[in-house]
C-alpha cells in the first residue's frame, strides 16, 4: 500500500528556532494535509494544500506542495514552547475506490527547550 | 461550530462487554469516519461513511460495528474485544469526501 516517509522522526530545538520537517512518497497525491496532535487528543489541522507548488502560510507556520506531487513541507518559524507535539503529514487519494483515503506519514516529534 | 464530539473520553470494558462509541458533528459536514491510533503511531483508517452510507471498510474485524443513523451522528459499537484493540478512537468528518477531515479528540479505549 502506499507509505509516507516523514522526517525527521524526532526534534529536539531551542525556543525560538527554526523548524523544517517534510514527507515523501512513491505515489502522486491531490491534497497534502499537516496536522499537529498533543497527547490524548485528535490531531487538528493546521494547513491543507491543493495545488502542485502551493505555498500556504498559517501564521509562523508555512507549507509547501512539493511540484511533483510526491513530497511537502513544513516550516515552524520561531518556535515556542506550546509548539510542542506529533506533526503529522498526511496525503489524501482520489479515485475510484480511493477517495476518501487519507494516508499518514510516521510522525515528528517536536520538543522545544525554554 | 467546528468542532466534532466525540463521547466517551475514556472506556474501560471488559472482552465479554457491548459498548458504543458516538460522534456528533453540526458541520453540516456528510463524510464521517472512523480511525484506530496507538500510541506513537499514525492513525489508522477503519470506516468511511458517505451520505449515511458506508463507502469503505478498511477489512475491520466484525467486532466493531459503525453505523450512521444520521448525517449528524457516527457510532461504533463494540463487542468482544481483545485486549490488543486497546488504543485511541478518533471520529473525523468533511464537507465530502476527499475534503479535509476535521477530527474529533478522541475516544481513549481499555481493553481488559
Known amino acids: 500500500g502506499q507509505q509516507l516517509n516523514q522526517s525527521p522522526q524526532s526534534m529536539f530545538i531551542q525556543e525560538g528556532e527554526d523548524v523544517s520537517m517534510n514527507c515523501t512518497s512513491s505515489s502522486i497525491f491531490n491534497t497534502w494535509l499537516w496536522y499537529k496532535q498533543d497527547p490524548g487528543e485528535g490531531p487538528v489541522l493546521l494547513i491543507a494544500l491543493y495545488k502542485a507548488g502551493e505555498l500556504t502560510s498559517n501564521g509562523r507556520l508555512t507549507a509547501q506542495f512539493g511540484i511533483t506531487r510526491k513530497d511537502s513541507f513544513l516550516n515552524i518559524s520561531a518556535s515556542i514552547p506550546s509548539d510542542v507535539g506529533i506533526y503529522f503529514c498526511a496525503g489524501q487519494l482520489w479515485g475510484s475506490s480511493n477517495t476518501g483515503k487519507l494516508i499518514f506519514g510516521q510522525g515528528t516529534t517536536l520538543q522545544v527547550k525554554p | 461550530d467546528t468542532e466534532v464530539t466525540q463521547t466517551p473520553k475514556h472506556l474501560v470494558m471488559g472482552m465479554t462487554n457491548k459498548k458504543s462509541l458516538k460522534c456528533e458533528q453540526h458541520m453540516g459536514h456528510r463524510a464521517m469516519y472512523w480511525y484506530k491510533q496507538k500510541a506513537k503511531k499514525p492513525p489508522e483508517l477503519m470506516f468511511v461513511?458517505?451520505?449515511?452510507?458506508?463507502?469503505i471498510n478498511e477489512s475491520v474485524p466484525s467486532r466493531f460495528s459503525p453505523e450512521c443513523p444520521n448525517s449528524s451522528l457516527l457510532n461504533l459499537h463494540l463487542h468482544a474485544l481483545q485486549p490488543e484493540d486497546s488504543a485511541l478512537y478518533l471520529c473525523?468528518?468533511?464537507?465530502?469526501?476527499?475534503?479535509?477531515?476535521?477530527f474529533g479528540s478522541g475516544t481513549q479505549l481499555s481493553v481488559l
Open positions: 473525523a468528518s468533511s464537507l465530502t469526501v476527499g475534503e479535509k477531515l476535521f
Open positions: 461513511y458517505s451520505y449515511e452510507k458506508l463507502s
